[in-house]
Nanobody, 121 residues
Framework: VQLQASGGGLVQAGGSLRLSCAASGRTFSNYGTGWFRQAPGKEREFVASIMRSGGSTYYADSVKGRFTISRDNAKNTVYLQMNSLKPEDTAVYYC???????????????WGQGTLVTVSS
């Protein structure tokens, strides 16, 4: 699976962005997907995941209630809607895919290249 993330940019605190991750190469509906992020000087961390069918979603506590992950298997795309953004959300955001996904990076076999989100105060 090849993954291409897009939608990052500069936004003021309190604003919104929607990230997209387009998949190609294999049957997208066979894979769960997730979003991770890496802030400057920090390790990459889990943000959200969604199962193959889109029926189950999971979120890091830091984004719960503000971010929403969704997917459109017909378009081979997963989305991350980010609302009420905070400066601490500034990071490079990565999408990833795997057969059985969850909170841990080792559960993902395929990674996109990342898209930068910068939230100004």
């Amino acid at each position: 699976v090849q993954l291409q993330a897009s939608g990052g940019g500069l936004v003021q605190a309190g604003g919104s962005l929607r990230l997209s991750c387009a998949a190609s190469g294999r049957t997208f509906s066979n894979y769960g997907t997730g979003w991770f992020r890496q802030a400057p000087g920090k390790e990459r961390e889990f943000v959200a995941s969604i199962m193959r069918s889109g029926g189950s979603t999971y979120y890091a506590d830091s984004v719960k209630g503000r971010f929403t992950i969704s997917r459109d298997n017909a378009k081979n795309t997963v989305y991350l809607q980010m609302n009420s953004l905070k400066p601490e959300d500034t990071a490079v955001y990565y999408c990833a895919a795997g057969r059985v996904v969850g909170l841990y990076q080792v559960q993902y076999d395929y990674w996109g290249q990342g898209t930068l989100v910068t939230v100004s105060s």
